[in-house]
Structures are given as structure tokens and as C-alpha cells.
């Protein structure tokens, strides 16, 4: 659809553009990214055809710019500027109807019903229908943007050119506008460029990402190749780092401030744990980072709070995640930061303790009953059942940890256990054979981020062996508090 070839130009002086070259397939959402002044804007006129330029060729469908009327190129070419203004004091649907300026033919223009039908139905698509016998002058900054959009679209453009399209668009109707655009180019063949600030909807919504760098191109790529740490930060001199969206297979940046330095330097202790009949927890000062399988929390975060709650072993809830934030709701514990466990263990039989590196601590916390045991390697011979986990393990450490360093401290964790029911003897009631863990088993690793960086956690590291001991120790001592419980409940 549109070929660009050693492209150069600008205004008066040095080039702005220098020898850019691209392609753009037809139906694709191309965006264009780059540092303030990089030459975005620039290039985007030229290929709209309203900047001249010194050196090089645009060919749109396999013929050169320079070859086609205004008429033409208007019809084929829409353009939604960044701070699209209207020197006259239309109304919304008059703003609209002029988008079909280059469909009408001769002196006498007239209206047609398909004029109508289309005006309409672009007004209703960007959210503007509601409102179009209003002033275009009495809307605010992101209606007046919708009225734009919707008179670029009512043109019925083979190709639109955007100058970030979302700038003054609350949320909504930014992924709102990107959805009906990436409709467009799937549904009606639409050719979409745009230029971005924001590389997370770029990354999300573009097909092809060209990066340029004081006008020359860094990189021309998918969004997964383009957006990827190391050129931002070098393009952009900027601190950021990636993360994986939760839903779809695309790159997201976040940014990493200054201020992160001097966050609360906070160190987990027993002095932290308070515990009732009902519940074990502990209160952070500030939050940690965490990787867990609790009932509420779960995953990758970063929380504050963590409860361990006592329920009956007989406990069922229609919805038990539900449930369970009601609960701490009704405690005074903030859901929204805390990670909850359940057990049917009796609280007092926790086992704890503290294990002190070279700059570095961690406390381990249990809480162990093992009446669900299961052999992992026979496992395919119980039947499913959810029952409030029985074996949970926090681990608390006062020190910086990797990625890599939290999946290492839950294989650690893991392993330590394991060996524990080993040592205790701890069979599986259906198979006889020796338990691995217990059917519902949770785990916490939370780390203050502070202090020492520790990159590894397998068992043999400096943090690997405290995790070991501490979970052995812990692991061991409360099944034996609980087993002892219970033979003399007997
Ligand atoms: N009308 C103009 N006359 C002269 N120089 C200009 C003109 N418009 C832009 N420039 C210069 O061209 C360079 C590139 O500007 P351009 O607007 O293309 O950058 P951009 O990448 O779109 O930036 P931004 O992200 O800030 O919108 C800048 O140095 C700018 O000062």
C-alpha cells in the first residue's frame, strides 16, 4: 500500500527525515515511535503529501505521491493531526459531513442518502452521534478528538494517518478508538499509521513498529523486537524495565522513578506476627514483593499484609476467594494487599523462626497437619477434593531478591518439605506409600527488595541453605506439635 524509499527532507536547513525507508501492507496498524523531536510529525506530513521533500520516493499503491491530484490523494488519505482545530463555528455533524468533501462531484454538491448513512454511522462508532447538533466549540479536548476521528472516517479513507490519536482521550475511549481501529483494518482493509507516545498501546494494538532515532530509523519490527529494553532505554535515556501482559503475548514497559531508592527500609521479624484463635498474621511497614499461591493474592506482587486463617476442617464455601475477602474485610485486613491462607491446623501449633545470613535474614513461618498426604507420584489415585490447604509455608526474606531467585526459594522450599515427610514418615492413607506434601498445600515468598541482592535460591546458595533449614526445622517441629495434638485428643 505505501512504499517509502530513502526519504529525506524537513524545512529549511539540516534534514529532519534522513533516508528513511519502509513499507506498509494494506490493513495493517503501522506505528510510529520515537523520542520528542525524533521526526515523527515530519514524516507523517510528507507522506500525507503536505510537506515536500528533498530526496527519495513515496509510492502509494505503486504510484508516486507526486502523481496524484489533492483531489485524489484526499480521498485515499486522511489525516487526524494532533491538535486538530476548526477556525468556524460548525456544529458536530456539520464538522463530520465535511469529511465527505472529496466523495462529492461537481459545483453543486449534493447530499446524498449514503452521504447521510455514513456520516451517521461513523458518528455512532466513535461516540459523538449523541451529541451532534452541539457546537463543536462548547466540547472538551477528548470529544472534540472523537469529532475529528469521525470526520476522517467519514472521508472512507484507504489509508489514515494519526499524530497520536488518543492524546486527550480518557481510558475508554482510548482502547475504544484503538479497538475500532484495528476493527477497521481487519474488517475493511483500513491502512492505518500512527505516531505513539505510549509504547504499551503501540506494543498492544500494533502489527509493525518503526523507532526513530534523530531521524534516522533504529529499528523497523515487529512490536516484540522493537520494543524491547535495551533500545528504548538507549533510544529514549530512560529507565524502564519489561513486563508480559496478562492476556496477550506483547511486551509492556514500565517505568522505574528515581524515588525508588529511597523506599522504606523495612526488616521482617517475629515482632511483626500477632496471632489470634482465628488467624496468624503479619504486618509490613511497607510492601514486599511476593511471589505465593494464597487464596486471596496470588501470583506476582507486591503486598503488605498476610493472614493465615484457622477455619474447620469441615469448611465450604459457595466461593471460597469471596469468602475469603469478606473476611478480611471484616478483620480490618485490606484485600487489595494482603495475601490470605487457610488451614484447619490449630494456630498455636505454628512452628517459626528467624536465620541470619551475611547481610541478609530470613523467618520462616508453618503451620502443618497432615492428614490430606499425598505421594506425588501416585497422586492419579485420589479423587479431587479442595479442603483448606494443610501444610503452609511463608518465607520472609530481608534481602533483594532476582526472578529467578523467588521460582529457586519455592523449589527450595519444596524440597525441604519433601524430605521432611520423608523424615516424620508421613504416609499417604490411600496409596501407603510416603507422602510428598499435603493435597492443598500454599507457599509465600515475600522479600523486602532491600538490603543484599541475592540472584540465586537453590538449595546450595547462601539463601537456599537458610530457606532449607528454616523450612525443615519449621516444617518438622509443627507436624510434630500437631501430631502430638492429636494423640492426645485420642
Ligand atoms: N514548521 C517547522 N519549521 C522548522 N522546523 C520544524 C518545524 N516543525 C518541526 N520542526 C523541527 O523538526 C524536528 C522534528 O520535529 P517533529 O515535529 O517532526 O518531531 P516529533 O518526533 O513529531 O516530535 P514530538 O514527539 O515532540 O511531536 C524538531 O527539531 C523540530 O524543531
Known sequence: M??????????????????????????????????????????????????????????????????????E?????????????????????????????????????????????IVQEVMTQTGVAAFQEKNIQELSGGERQRVFLAQALAQEPEILLLDEPTNHLDLSYQKELLDLLKRWTREKGLTVISIF?????????????????????????????????EKIKEVYRTDIE???????????????????????????????MRMTKEHISIQSDAPLRTMSSGVVGAGVGWNQTFVNRHVDKNYHAFDHRQEMQDYLKKNGFDPSVTIGMMTAVVLEDVAYKVLKGEEFSVMVVVTAGVGNAVDASKSDQHAFEAVPGTINIWVFVNGELTEEAFIQSIMTATEAKVKVMEDQEVLDTITGTVATGTSTDSILI??????????????????????????????TEAIKKSRRRIRNLC
Open 73 to 117: 490523494l484526499a480521498k485515499m488519505i486522511a489525516v487526524l493531526s494532533q491538535h486538530s482545530t476548526q477556525a468556524f463555528s460548525y456544529t458536530v455533524k456539520e464538522t463530520v459531513s465535511l469529511g465527505r468533501y472529496a466523495h462529492q462531484k461537481g459545483w453543486f454538491h449534493s447530499w446524498s442518502d449514503e452521504d447521510e448513512r
Open 242 to 272: 519489561k513486563q508480559p501482559h496478562p492476556k496477550i503475548p506483547v511486551p509492556q514497559m514500565v517505568l522505574i522513578p528515581n524515588w525508588q531508592g529511597e523506599s522504606e527500609q523495612v526488616m521482617i521479624g517475629p515482632e511483626h
Open 197 to 229: 507516545h505510549d509504547l504499551n498501546l503501540a506494543s498492544l494494538y500494533c502489527d509493525q513498529l518503526l523507532l526513530l532515532e534523530k531521524g534516522r530509523i533504529h529499528s523497523n519490527d515487529h512490536p516484540n523486537e522493537v520494543v524491547r529494553v
Open 2 to 71: 505505501l512504499n517509502v524509499d530513502n526519504l529525506s527532507g524537513g524545512y529549511t536547513g539540516d534534514p529532519v527525515v534522513k533516508d528513511v525507508s519502509f513499507q506498509v501492507q494494506k490493513g495493517e496498524l503501522f506505528g510510529i515511535l520515537g523520542p520528542n523531536g525524533s521526526g515523527k510529525t515530519t514524516l507523517l506530513k510528507m507522506i500525507s503529501g503536505i510537506l515536500p521533500f528533498d530526496n527519495g520516493t513515496i509510492l502509494i499503491k505503486g504510484q508516486s505521491i507526486g502523481s496524484y491530484s489533492t483531489k
Open 446 to 475: 515475600a522479600a523486602t527488595q532491600n538490603g543484599r541482592m541475592l540472584e540465586f535460591a537453590g538449595t546450595i546458595t547462601p539463601l537456599g541453605k537458610l530457606i532449607s533449614r528454616g523450612v525443615y526445622d519449621c516444617t
